[in-house]
């Protein structure tokens, strides 16, 4: 078993917490913050629309196929050689993507950041559940960590639009050097040493094997929700991603030393833990997309106005964050994962509802999905932690972020399709607008020329679709706090209940 020399004295695991926080806030920026800044990149670099979807998509991908092989490589060579590994390579890669003279150099860079931040992610999570010994500490930790990702994710359009009012788009990649820096120096003092343990086999192929497996499946969903299906993607994606999930589930029942031990996912508190956490991110995905686009396209608000009211939900979702995991031993699992999934439901129905009722009530429903959302991420993380043992932290924290990458992905392909397919269902436009008007909001802009016969009925359409995609997001999350109540019902969501063992 790998040996671990802890950290000794509170002042250096909280520093420990506020180094690895650093790591995470720059992965979950570093996606959102391209969404304000890719139009003017794309125009810089000539780049095309397929070569523009590549920009975003090439990190989420990459970074999803390799999470659950880094997690598990972690508990082999130690979390802190991941962690400083991870940092070099996004500062690396962070750098050549700032200064990238092509699509193709860019799209390389944001692959390479990938590699980085799958190679940090789960060792931010891992370090904290070996540094923090006791369960009240940790379930505190856990909880900033959890709140870290919402703000970050939040945050990424405001920060975007702020550094786009002052400085050129390479700027919000260029961000992440000092903090990589400062993040390197403060690991090398406080993180505890893990020795590498030659002894317990890391294997390849397995890796290998669920990355095409996850690729494979990621494809297939954002092929499926397309307003076009290719074809022969499918014919390619959907094989490769079976044969690759089926060949690394029979390859782990052979090995002593497998990458994922499905035997965690027979613990009630393990799935649940994770189930919230998909489901969360989903939500949290889906209703910034629509509402960034809502307020940009329909009420003229800058990338920046339009980024700090999506922020107003981080706000509502840092303080129970924070309060969930301190108060976890007292109120229990169920009341803060199934309730917190039922409050956000019902904010985020809020917000599809008060669109009419103008501005200040639509903030307020993000407000109280926010509350929700916080009191989730707050205490997830504690429950698939918590709930596997201490050699198994990298490989439960790699489970838990791919359920993080899922939830985003799935909620950008498949709300977003929704979104345009509502839009082109009702938008009645007059019959000599071109046929572009008819299939977005962005071809209806275009197209008026200021003419408020089109532009008046193509936000009414938009303004359904935004609705009905919240509606949509407010049954997952309702579904999700179902779900995850009946997994937690008994002893298992009470108060005490996470060993950490």
């Known amino acids: ?108 860079a944001r692959a390479v950041l990938a590699v980085g931040a799958a190679t940090m992610m789960p060792a931010t999570l891992a370090l904290i559940r070996l540094s923090f010994t006791d369960e009240r500490e940790r379930n505190l930790a856990i909880a900033v960590w959890g709140s870290v990702a919402v703000v970050g994710a939040a945050l990424g359009p405001v920060l975007g639009g702020l550094l786009l009012r002052h400085f050129w788009w390479g700027s919000v990649f260029l961000v992440n050097v000092p903090v990589v820096l400062v993040a390197l120096v403060a690991t090398a003092l406080v993180a505890p040493k893990g020795v590498a343990d030659r002894s317990k086999q890391w294997d390849a192929l397995s890796s290998l094997q669920v990355m095409v497996g996850l690729v494979g499946l990621v494809l297939v969903i954002k092929e499926l929700a397309a307003a076009t299906v290719s074809l022969p993607v499918l014919a390619v994606a959907l094989p490769a991603s079976a044969a690759g999930f089926w060949a690394f589930a029979r390859r782990q029942r052979s090995l002593a030393h497998p990458l994922l031990d499905f035997a965690l996912f027979r613990n009630p508190v393990f799935l649940a833990g994770v189930l919230s956490a998909g489901v969360a991110m989903f939500a949290m995905a889906g209703v910034q997309l629509v509402t960034t686009q809502r307020f940009q396209l329909v009420a003229g608000f800058s990338p920046l106005e339009a980024g700090l009211v999506v922020a107003t939900a981080a706000a509502g979702s840092l303080v129970t964050g924070l309060l969930g995991g301190a108060f976890l031993h007292v109120v229990g699992l169920r009341v803060l994962i199934a309730g917190g999934l039922a409050v956000t439901a019902a904010g985020v129905l809020w917000t599809a509802l008060a669109l009419p009722a103008g501005l200040g009530w639509l903030i307020a429903g993000l407000v109280v999905a926010g509350l929700g959302m916080g009191g989730v991420m707050g205490v997830a993380s504690s429950a698939i932690i918590g709930s596997a043992p201490a050699h198994r932290a990298g490989m439960a924290s790699s489970v838990e972020e791919v359920s993080y990458e899922f939830g985003s992905l799935t909620a950008v392909a498949l709300l977003g399709s929704l979104l345009t397919g509502v839009y082109s269902a009702v938008v009645d436009l007059p019959g000599d607008v071109p046929q572009a008007a008819r299939e977005s909001l962005t071809g209806a802009v275009t197209s008026a020329n200021g003419d408020r016969a089109v532009l008046e009925p193509a936000f009414a359409a938009f303004d359904t679709g935004f609705t009905w995609v919240l509606l949509v997001a407010a049954g997952v999350l309702v579904a999700g706090a179902v779900a995850t109540a009946v997994l937690l019902r008994g002893d298992r969501g009470r108060a005490g209940t996470i060993s950490g063992h």
């Open 1 to 108: 078993m790998t040996t671990v020399n802890a950290p000794t004295g509170t002042s250096r695991r909280w520093t420990l917490l506020v180094t690895v926080a650093l790591g995470l806030l720059m992965i979950t920026l570093d996606n959102s913050v391209l969404y304000t800044a890719l139009p003017t990149l794309t125009e810089d670099l000539r780049a095309s629309a397929t070569q523009s979807l590549w920009i975003i998509n090439a990190y989420p991908l990459v970074m999803a196929g390799l999470l659950l092989g880094a997690g598990t490589l972690g508990d082999r060579v130690g979390h802190r050689l991941m962690f400083l590994v991870g940092l070099v390579l996004f500062g690396a890669a962070s750098v050549l993507a700032a200064f990238a003279t092509s699509p193709e150099v860019l799209i390389a």
